[in-house]
């Protein structure tokens, strides 16, 4: 007899961040709880500094932040950290890696900060057990805002001038949090890692655009003038 799977105890508040992911938000109860079900959700607790995802290890299952962050990132051949993506409660990652059942994951993932995970399968999207098209359709909705996402990585890692690069990406963040005064989701020695700069050649830049009045800035609050 098949037996029904254990799903995790969510509170309000992991309820609540849920919900803002596209594979779950407007769900009822009930057909939340049955696609939980269908991709095999475990919680997971994970501390600063945890290792989620090992560089060269079978990518099993993908994960949704409910409270704390998780960056993904590589190495280059140098050894320099490159950050991928730093995911916040309410979003996912690992995603496309787990649906082409990667074997040797590109890429490492680890937590910046106390987290709380949500890890899926998508072993019912390979088999055909979905309980309902609902969730190929909201699985691939996921996949595109990805693919979106990588998008305006491109154009920011595309700019040749370090300049360039900050300019896009506070552009990008601009249009994201709707206002010319933006909060930087990382700190300055994370932003340098996410657009392939060092610290010291970053905090330079951004004195001289601060000087030729381009921005101003306190701490990780930009203002683009």
Same mark, same amino acid.
């Given at each position: 007899?098949? &037996?029904?799977?254990?799903?995790?105890?969510?509170?309000?508040?992991?309820?609540?961040?849920?919900?803002?992911?596209?594979?779950?938000?407007?769900?009822?109860?009930?057909?939340?709880?049955?696609?939980?079900?269908?991709?095999?959700?475990?919680?997971?607790?994970?501390?600063?500094?945890?290792?989620? &995802?090992?560089?060269?290890?079978?990518?099993?299952?993908?994960?949704?932040?409910?409270?704390? #962050?998780?960056?993904?990132?590589?190495?280059?051949?140098? =050894?320099?950290?490159?950050?991928?993506?730093?995911?916040?409660?309410?979003?996912?990652?690992?995603?496309?890696?787990?649906?082409?059942?990667?074997?040797?994951?590109?890429?490492?993932?680890?937590?910046?900060?106390?987290?709380?995970?949500?890890?899926?399968?998508?072993?019912?999207?390979?088999?055909?057990?979905?309980?309902?098209?609902?969730?190929?359709?909201?699985?691939?909705?996921?996949?595109?805002?990805?693919?979106?996402?990588?998008?305006?990585?491109?154009?920011?890692?595309?700019?040749?001038?370090?300049? =360039?690069?900050?300019?896009?990406?506070?552009?990008?963040?601009?249009?994201? &949090?709707?206002?010319?005064?933006?909060?930087?989701?990382?700190?300055?020695?994370?932003?340098?890692?996410?657009?392939?700069?060092?610290?010291? #050649?970053?905090?330079?830049?951004?004195?001289?655009?601060?000087?030729?009045?381009?921005?101003?800035?306190?701490?990780?609050?930009?203002?683009?003038?």
């Amino acid at each position: 007899m098949k &037996q029904t799977p254990r799903l995790p105890e969510l509170n309000e508040m992991e309820l609540t961040v849920l919900r803002r992911n596209p594979l779950f938000a407007g769900l009822s109860p009930e057909n939340l709880q049955q696609m939980l079900a269908a991709m095999k959700a475990e919680k997971t607790h994970c501390e600063r500094g945890a290792l989620i &995802q090992l560089t060269g290890q079978p990518v099993l299952r993908f994960g949704l932040v409910l409270s704390g #962050a998780v960056q993904v990132c590589v190495d280059d051949i140098e =050894g320099n950290r490159m950050i991928m993506a730093e995911v916040a409660p309410g979003a996912s990652f690992g995603e496309s890696l787990c649906f082409l059942q990667t074997r040797e994951s590109p890429v490492y993932i680890f937590a910046v900060a106390e987290t709380e995970l949500l890890r899926l399968s998508t072993d019912a999207l390979h088999a055909g057990e979905a309980f309902d098209p609902e969730l190929y359709r909201r699985f691939t909705a996921v996949l595109a805002g990805k693919t979106l996402a990588m998008n305006n990585r491109i154009q920011v890692l595309s700019r040749l001038s370090l300049r =360039g690069k900050l300019t896009a990406y506070f552009t990008e963040l601009a249009a994201e &949090q709707g206002s010319s005064t933006i909060r930087l989701p990382m700190n300055r020695d994370d932003t340098a890692a996410y657009i392939g700069a060092n610290r010291s #050649a970053l905090s330079r830049e951004l004195a001289r655009m601060k000087e030729d009045g381009l921005i101003d800035y306190s701490r990780n609050e930009v203002r683009i003038l």
